[in-house]
């Protein structure tokens, strides 16, 4: 049995100290409280600001994010930018491409990085425009008991993301997000007409049931998000949901052994057809 934490708060852009400094009070009362995960929002640190951000690499945000796991003793999801340079493919020897991504780190209680993902579905075009896809699945890693695997915002709304994962035997998805609110749009009718809160109130449920994993999903408040943080089980339940505007800290425990139950119940990975 593992406590897993979702904070939701607004990250400011251009405000990496108070982002930061908001992280490592939620940190030491998720701590507090027992929790072994606290999964933070996309980019928080820096303020979900693609175009703004995508120039600075996040090398010493991850320094300072991994020390505050280690001095609180919680291990702590957090998404930032990645740069890398590597070497280009046809070109002169020492050629290199520089290439920028958003990545999720998760961060063990010692503040050793266990591992790093990067978002392989890039959304709208700002994102497009100043960042690089990844291209390699999330790997699966073992903490406090359980198997969890991260994804970044976008990548839930593709089945083939969680389903990739429960695979290769996660039992939990840990997601920073950023979901931009849209009102309602497009369709003159109530039943016709498209709002991003279905997403945590639809999406992130039914892609948890259909794989029988836990899904934490951790958004940004604040104006321009949908807020609605959500924690839901692997029986496609929803165990905590956030407001739409307020900073929140949410809990919810996970269970290797409620995992196998609901894989029992429901058992669309062993039946699927290749």
Not at 57 to 69: C, E, F, T
Not at 171 to 186: C, H, N, Q, S, W
Not at 220 to 232: D, N, Q, R, W
């Amino acid at each position: 049995m593992a406590l897993i934490s979702v904070l939701q708060a607004q990250g400011t852009p251009g405000a990496v100290d108070d982002n930061l400094k908001v992280l490592r009070s939620f940190a030491e009362r998720a701590a507090g409280e027992g929790a072994d995960i606290l999964v933070t929002p996309e980019l928080f640190a820096t303020g979900y600001a693609p175009a703004k951000v995508a120039g600075d690499d996040g090398s010493p945000i991850r320094q300072r994010v991994a020390q505050i796991a280690a001095d609180l003793g919680i291990a702590i999801v957090a998404s930032t930018v990645e740069h890398t340079l590597e070497r280009s493919a046809g070109f002169a020897a020492n050629a290199t491409t520089a290439r920028r991504f958003i990545s999720a780190s998760l961060f063990g209680a010692d503040g050793n990085e266990l591992t790093r993902y990067r978002k392989s579905n890039l959304f709208g075009g700002e994102e497009q425009e100043v960042f690089n896809l990844g291209d390699a699945p999330a790997e699966v890693v073992e903490i406090a008991g359980l198997r969890v695997a991260l994804a970044i915002c976008y990548d839930i709304e593709f089945p083939e993301i969680a389903r990739r994962a429960a695979v290769a035997g996660a039992e939990a998805l840990l997601i920073p997000t950023a979901v931009p609110a849209t009102g309602d749009v497009l369709g003159d009718q109530p039943g016709h007409s498209y709002n991003a809160e279905v997403i945590s109130t639809h999406m992130v449920p039914v892609r948890a049931l259909e794989n029988g994993l836990y899904i934490a999903y951790a958004n940004h408040a604040g104006p321009g998000f949908t807020g609605l943080s959500t924690i839901a089980s692997p029986y496609g339940n929803t165990l905590a949901i956030a407001s739409r505007d307020d900073t929140e800290l949410l809990s919810a425990e996970f269970s290797s052994s409620e995992v196998a139950k609901a894989r029992n119940v429901n058992s669309y990975l062993t039946d699927l057809r290749p």
